[in-house]
């Protein structure tokens, strides 16, 4: 599904990504965790094609997108990666089913086809009530849930969510978390997801977890944990 392989990246003298290697098939529900300044937004723009590697590549069904030309990049973002952020970005002047509809006319897709999806996906966010609703009069879960629902409007193979929760009350938070869940199970999508949320994290289908701009292996994890409890029980 998505191939990732010798990724780097530096922004000057700064190197934030170090060799990234990793598979992740269709499907899976995979969570990205570390400390601040590990790469993890990084790494996340670069699988979504928003930045570019110093090296390394990046498959999507098969398709390497580095060998892709800027036009046809952007028509590939836009068919088959679907983004959620912290902050839902919505256009304040726009309504909810508007703003779900934007990247399918992006598309091209007719203002009739559009509109079905939009409506589709808001019934399932539990949100058909709220379709003509503009941001401003949405509650902070509402309007995530909204963003959701643009991100999946033209059917996207893979959603990336950076922080998608991190604005949110623990019901909120909850809701949302519950929702990723019931999307892949009805439309088969993967989730890339860069998160704090150690609870979120726990729930997903696997962990990634970067520090200093690699991968932590499991070995090197239990390494630290054994550590940990050789010198505590030292301690005692």
Do not use: W
């Not at 599904?1 to 530096?10: A, D, F």
């Not at 993890?40 to 670069?46: G, V």
């Not at 919505?90 to 509109?115: C, Q, R």
């Not at 604005?167 to 993967?190: C, I, P, V, W």
Request: glycine share 8%; net charge negative; proline share 3%.
């Amino acid at each position: 599904m998505i191939e990732i392989k010798g990724i780097k990246k530096s922004f000057g003298n700064l190197e934030v990504l170090k060799g990234i290697d990793l598979h992740i098939n269709k499907g899976e529900i995979v969570s990205i965790v570390g400390p601040s300044g590990a790469g993890k937004t990084t790494l996340l723009q670069i699988i979504g094609t928003l930045d570019n590697p110093d090296s390394g590549s990046v498959s999507i069904d098969g398709t390497d997108v580095s060998t892709l030309s800027t036009r046809r990049l952007s028509e590939f973002r836009n068919k088959h990666i679907g983004f959620v952020f912290q902050f839902h970005q919505l256009l304040p002047e726009f309504s909810a089913i508007e703003n779900v509809m934007i990247p399918a006319f992006i598309a091209g897709k007719s203002k009739t086809a559009a509109k079905a999806r939009a409506n589709e996906l808001l019934e399932f966010m539990g949100l058909s009530d709220r379709a003509h609703h503009k941001p401003s009069q949405l509650s902070g879960g509402e309007k995530q849930r909204v963003a959701v629902a643009r991100a999946l409007v033209n059917e996207p193979s893979v959603i990336l969510a950076d922080e998608p929760s991190g604005s949110l009350d623990t019901k909120n938070k909850a809701e949302l978390h519950q929702l990723f869940f019931n999307l892949r199970d009805k439309y088969g999508m993967t989730f890339i997801i860069v998160t704090h949320d150690e609870e979120l994290a726990s729930i997903t289908d696997r962990t990634i977890r970067l520090r200093d701009g690699q991968i932590e292996s499991p070995i090197a994890e239990e390494t630290i944990k054994e550590e940990t409890t050789d010198t505590n029980i030292q301690e005692i």
